[in-house]
């Protein structure tokens, strides 16, 4: 295999100990693929006990022959038997280098590296995976799938750096990943929806790591788009404590997106309300509207979530006892959306209507109407019009 530049061959083709390309790959412990001859010496003739790349010790010193890749590298060989130097490296094949990812994932030992290959891969290519012709998202996303119901889960993982779990690459695979909705279903409900409940307890048990609990979330936003209703309904109290955690923490846009669009999906199902409620979402959501200055969508799916948990007696009650509620929401009208209008003006007329008893959120109620600009009487109207009172009798009753 002499007399080739290996300046053109693609990456995975060198040795890092050598920076030549590989006569006879073997791959160690750490799941790190060198050449042979360079690797033996650094092993048994200088005596190391760990490895060049990631340092870490070794857990055994067999060198498994990696012959899938020595094919590639021979048939490579033959393509460019003709060709001359260059100092541009060639591009690699995307398709011959995931097919030996998908050989690696079998080995337990090299999951965890051959999922972040993967990922740089999809990433090298912006997620256009059509440069992948031997696999579609749809076969890779169920692979991924697999993995992570297969995964024990530990109580409190120790997830640093090339020690991250599988389950963890697997998540942020599937994260990047574009199934069919036809797929993304049979893979969620496949086994009564094993790959919800553990993407759930990932939600529960990785309480220390938020980068993989708002993976889950963003998978999880994904699947209850297209699951049956069956599968959104008996979702632990638990679930609903860490996710309100994320929209508390607002680390993330996309993370609080995508637990307001998981709330929005399945809060109408079973329980679920009950659980949110008591999980103390009711009082995150109405800091975060009076925090909140972008008047976006996120202020729009808040105020969606919000009006829906107030259909229920302890909604109603946890938003009048929060001091800030109804001011929250009233500085949201006209400033937010239609939709998010919308819903405020159902959302404090159900609570007006349950709660006229109470005299402190009506008097509040009528003191913002006569402080706001004209323009706001058609607003206050149809809040009244919802509640089915006059003004006139609601002012003096």
């Known amino acids: 295999m002499d007399g080739f530049d290996h300046r053109i061959a693609p990456s995975f083709f060198i040795c890092p100990i050598s920076l030549q390309i590989m006569k ?14 360079s690797i033996q010496k650094w092993l048994f003739s200088y005596k190391n006990i760990s490895c060049p790349i ?4 070794l857990s055994y010193f067999r060198l498994t022959p990696n012959s899938n890749l020595l094919r590639l590298i021979q048939s490579w060989h033959l393509q460019h038997a003709s060709s001359s130097s ?12 995931m097919k030996v990812l998908l050989e690696e994932i079998k080995q337990p030992h090299l999951q965890a590296k051959a999922l972040r290959k993967i990922k740089s891969l999809i ?16 076969t890779l996303f169920s692979l991924a799938a697999s993995l992570v119901v297969q995964t024990e889960l530990p109580g409190i993982p120790q997830i640093t750096g090339n020690d991250t779990p599988v389950i963890a690459e697997a998540v942020s695979l599937l994260c990047l990943l574009r199934p069919s909705d036809e797929a993304l279903k049979m893979v969620s409900q496949n086994e009564n929806g094993r790959l919800i409940c553990s993407l759930c307890s990932i939600m529960t048990q990785y309480l220390s790591y938020l980068q993989i609990r708002i993976q889950a979330a963003l998978v999880l936003k994904s699947i209850f788009e297209v699951v049956d ?24 846009k996309h993370g609080s997106v995508a637990v307001l669009s998981i709330l929005i999906r399945v809060l109408k199902y079973g329980n679920n309300k009950e659980k949110a409620i008591k999980g103390g979402l009711i009082p995150i959501l109405i800091e975060l509207l009076a925090e909140d200055n972008d008047q976006g969508h996120v202020c ?7 009006e829906k948990l107030c259909q229920k ?10 001091p800030a509620g109804m001011a929250a929401v009233l500085s949201k009208i006209l400033k937010v959306s239609h939709v998010g209008d919308d819903k405020s003006i159902s959302l404090l007329s159900c609570v007006l209507r349950f709660c006229t008893s109470s005299g402190e959120a009506a008097q509040e109620f ?23 009172i006059d003004s006139a009798e609601y002012i003096h009753g």
């Open 24 to 37: 006879d790959p073997v791959t160690i412990s750490t799941g790190m693929t060198f050449d042979r001859e």
């Open 54 to 57: 990631t340092k870490q010790p």
């Open 86 to 97: 260059s100092t541009k490296f060639a591009e690699p094949n995307h398709d011959a280098l």
């Open 123 to 138: 990433q090298e290519n912006d997620g256009d995976n059509n440069k992948i012709s031997c696999i579609r998202d749809d």
């Open 229 to 252: 209703g069956v599968y959104k309904e008996g979702l632990k109290f638990e679930f609903f404590e860490n996710i309100i955690e994320i929209l508390k923490d607002q680390n993330s």
């Open 300 to 306: 729009e799916m808040m105020l969606v979530v919000l």
């Open 313 to 322: 007696a302890e909604g109603r009650a946890a938003f009048l006892t929060h």
């Open 366 to 388: 009528m003191e913002w109407e006569l402080a706001v600009p004209t323009v706001y009487s058609n607003i206050y109207a149809a809040i009244l019009d919802c509640m089915n």
